[in-house]
């Protein structure tokens, strides 16, 4: 890989990413970095579906309304109404771009899942994740003004301050792109732009169970607060309830669609226990589901319990879950006649690199979208299926952005060559493979779903020195995929560990022992962080 310079610079290539990318190059010349190959996203792994109003028994006003509830105070009405009235268009638009979603008579077949009041889940069957991006793929591929490279890390942000050397601290800073890691050949080249993009999902891999795929580790979130952008709300970090529970299974979720269409929690003993902890039993919002799950394994000191759809007929279970079927007979469960073993594992980020719906962030010239940005519409816990909603919304507002501010960018500054003198060669890399298990083990043990003020500050102090090993070994060796990686899942660890030590109450996702229960002075107040301070 050579130093590249284009219009925009695209970091990832989830549904956001590729959205923007295909719109943005009405403008000009795109590049999409993408870690792995192009498909490997958290978009790939979504079951569930796009949450949008098509039903005529639906509402605007209800899809806003559950997105609020679901929110527990602190998603930005404004935002949650812009959102909810774009979604049928930008669901057409995936359809006319050729995502196969399941048809019914009148339209779009609809699902439903936890917290929602009506049907209006727009799903391809039970991996409309996958269907949306290979149509994206497909089109971005085609595209003569897109370029992907796969293979390709972002290490860091490229600062003006930096490369001019100086910078006041009232002035803002820029971002001019990014240096990258060639993952094939391990040399680190810059790729210059006048617009940068993060769309690098979320930070699952922070933890030691997720339902994420190895790429995320949190990179938007660590080089942005790096660069000295505002991040906000982290402590927020939503537990997918049902995650397969076996040894040989690697972050394979069973969809809350599944409960939608009627599957029932139940204790190893068959009891079914939702109807205990919310009204609507096994629909409630995932927090609720999540915590529910984690106290009646406590309870029977049991490592797991059951999600059972086997009451319903075989052929609706088949037609409406082919892909979840198919993939737990490889483990030995069969979907149709037996309860399926699960537990919680790390699933969504709500928090993120503070944005507007235009993309536009505290950082000159950077831009984020997806998981990786805060918007303000998930709120303290993200209603399901409103993830892929709120990515190709922003994705549409942000490609305009990033057209307007390539008309009007002045050529990027010159950037210097990576340099790696006075960096060696590590002697060995077990202090890596032991700090990567250090980091996700401390956040799942003490930064769970039940949290304690005593937990939180024993997690502080394990991954300040664990976030202090790794930046000396970015200074001293060689980047390698892992050390870059490892500093970045350091770093947003004790970044979602602050958060959560910031916020002195119970709401949505943050559940804390020593303060149960919602503060009302704290609804609507985001947590911010920022490099050169907190608020």
Same mark, same amino acid.
């Given at each position: ?73 602190? %998603? ?24 196969? !979603? =399941? ?14 009041? /009506? ?18 793929? &497909? ?11 796969? &293979? ?22 820029? #971002? ?16 210059? +732009? $006048?617009? *940068? ?5 979320? %930070? ?12 995320? *580790? ?11 952008? *505002?991040? +906000?709300?982290? @402590? ?6 049902? %995650? ?7 972050? !394979? ?17 068959? /009891?079914? !226990? ?12 995932? &927090? ?9 394994? $406590? ?10 759809? =086997? ?9 409406? !879950? ?11 469960? &069969? ?14 980020? #709500? ?10 962030? =505290? ?11 805060? *918007? ?23 490609? @305009? ?38 980091? /996700? ?28 090993? =790794? ?27 602050? %958060? ?36």
């Amino acid at each position: 890989m050579n130093a590249e310079r284009c219009d925009v610079l695209v970091i990832g290539s989830g549904i956001g990413g590729l959205s923007l990318a295909l719109k943005a190059a009405r403008h000009g010349e795109v590049i999409v970095i993408t870690k792995k190959d192009d498909s490997e996203s958290n978009t790939q792994y979504a079951q569930g579906g796009i949450a949008a109003v098509f039903d005529a028994r639906d509402s605007f006003a209800r899809h806003q309304r559950d997105t609020l509830r679901c929110g527990a105070g602190l %998603c930005d009405p404004a935002v949650v109404r812009q959102v909810v009235r774009e979604g049928p268009e930008r669901v057409r638009e995936l359809a006319q771009l050729g995502v196969p !979603f =399941s048809r019914a008579a009148r339209g779009f077949a609809l699902g439903r899942e936890g917290g929602h009041s /009506r049907r209006r889940i727009v799903h391809a069957t039970d991996f409309t994740g996958r269907a949306i991006e290979k149509a994206l793929i &497909d089109r971005v591929q085609r595209h003569p003004r897109v370029r992907v490279i796969e &293979d390709a890390l972002a290490v860091d942000l490229l600062l003006e301050s930096r490369l001019r050397g100086r910078h006041a601290a009232h002035t803002r800073d820029t #971002c001019w792109g990014a240096y990258v890691l060639d993952r094939t050949h391990g040399n680190i080249v810059p790729v210059t +732009a $006048k617009v *940068t993009v993060l769309a690098t999902g979320g %930070c699952g891999k922070v933890y030691l169970y997720t339902t994420n795929p190895d790429v995320a *580790t949190g990179d938007g979130l660590a080089m942005a607060y790096r660069a000295g952008a *505002t991040l +906000a709300n982290l @402590e927020f970090v939503q537990f997918h309830p049902t %995650c397969l529970y076996h040894p040989q299974a690697k972050s !394979f979720l069973l969809s809350e669609a599944l409960r939608g269409e009627g599957a029932v929690l139940r204790t190893r003993d068959g /009891r079914a !226990f939702m109807s205990r902890y919310h009204p609507l039993a096994d629909l409630a919002p995932r &927090d609720v589901v999540a915590r529910a799950i984690d106290r009646e394994m $406590k309870r029977a000191g049991e490592p797991f319990v059951y999600l059972d759809i =086997s009451h319903r007929p075989a052929a609706v279970v088949l037609r409406r !879950f082919p892909n979840i079927a198919a993939q737990l007979r490889t483990y030995g469960f &069969d979907l149709t006649r037996e309860p399926i073993p699960v537990v919680p594992a790390a699933h969504y980020m #709500c928090g993120g690199v503070k944005a507007d719906l235009r993309g536009r962030t =505290s950082l000159g010239g950077l831009l984020a979208v997806g998981e990786t940005a805060c *918007t303000g519409l998930h709120g303290a816990n993200r209603l399901a299926s409103n993830s892929l909603l709120e990515a190709v919304v922003s994705a549409h507002h942000a490609a @305009e952005e990033a057209g307007s501010r390539v008309r009007a960018a002045a050529a990027p500054p010159s950037v210097r060559p990576w340099s790696a003198r006075g960096t060696r060669p590590p002697l060995e890399t077990v202090l890596f493979d032991h700090n990567w298990d250090a980091v /996700r083990r401390v956040m799942w043990d003490l930064v769970g779903i039940v949290r304690t003020d005593e937990r939180l500050a024993v997690a502080a102090r394990h991954l300040d020195l664990l976030l202090q090993e =790794s930046e000396q070994a970015f200074d001293t060796l060689r980047l390698s995929p892992d050390l870059v990686e490892l500093r970045n899942i350091a770093l947003v660890g004790s970044l979602i560990v602050r %958060c959560a030590r910031k916020r002195k109450e119970s709401r949505g996702l943050h559940y804390n022992l020593d303060h149960p229960r919602p503060v009302a002075r704290l609804a609507g107040r985001p947590t911010l962080v920022r490099r050169r301070g907190d608020t």
